[in-house]
């Protein structure tokens, strides 16, 4: 909503879910963890409103200003998601020349045998992201969507094919589903 001069968004809150805001330092917490994130809040303010709401809001805007606004909002929002369903996302392993083997270890997917390669293939797996190997099919879950999504990127990354034609080698471990768990 603008009013002359004020550009601001409200943000539902969850009875479930607890909301601090502390120098730039914002925590949700809710019944599946915490997530704390960092913004730079010099022209923005993020403040409680009535019951259940919080305002990210600012005074005089710049066109960046007015773009940080939406921007906070909306990871804010991804939080609040994360800590209340969590998001997923669904992976496939393909291949068609040599068997692929993957096992997690540690906070390391292990890909062996990638195109016949004699050393195995690593992708790290960031914070407490959850990836679960059944058969052909990966699963990765978590209560931060940056991490869920970089994590899977990692592992999409590690099995790209380098020097053979990729119309012919197609292996590879591709995301098919992601996004929100219990979508809405």
Do not use: W
Request: charged residues 30%.
């Amino acid at each position: 909503m603008t009013i002359a001069g004020i550009i601001e968004k409200e943000i539902e809150v969850p009875d479930k879910v607890q909301v601090t805001v502390d120098d730039g330092m914002i925590s949700v917490t809710g019944p599946k963890g915490k997530i704390e994130r960092s913004f730079d809040l010099r022209r923005i303010k993020v403040v409680q409103g009535k019951q259940g709401t919080y305002t990210v809001r600012c005074e005089y805007p710049r066109i960046r200003d007015k773009a940080m606004v939406g921007t906070i909002t909306s990871h804010i929002k991804n939080m609040i998601h994360g800590v209340t369903d969590g998001y997923e996302y669904q992976m496939k392993i393909v291949f068609s020349h040599f068997p692929i083997k993957v096992s997690v270890k540690g906070d390391e997917l292990v890909i062996e045998n990638f195109l016949g390669e004699r050393h195995p293939r690593k992708a790290m797996i960031l914070g407490d992201t959850k990836v679960s190997v059944k058969g052909d099919e990966l699963s990765l879950s978590g209560i931060d969507r940056e991490q869920v999504g970089q994590t899977a990127a990692n592992i999409e990354q590690a099995t790209k094919v380098k020097g053979f034609d990729i119309r012919v080698f197609q292996d590879g471990i591709y995301i098919t589903a992601k996004g929100r768990r219990n979508a809405r």
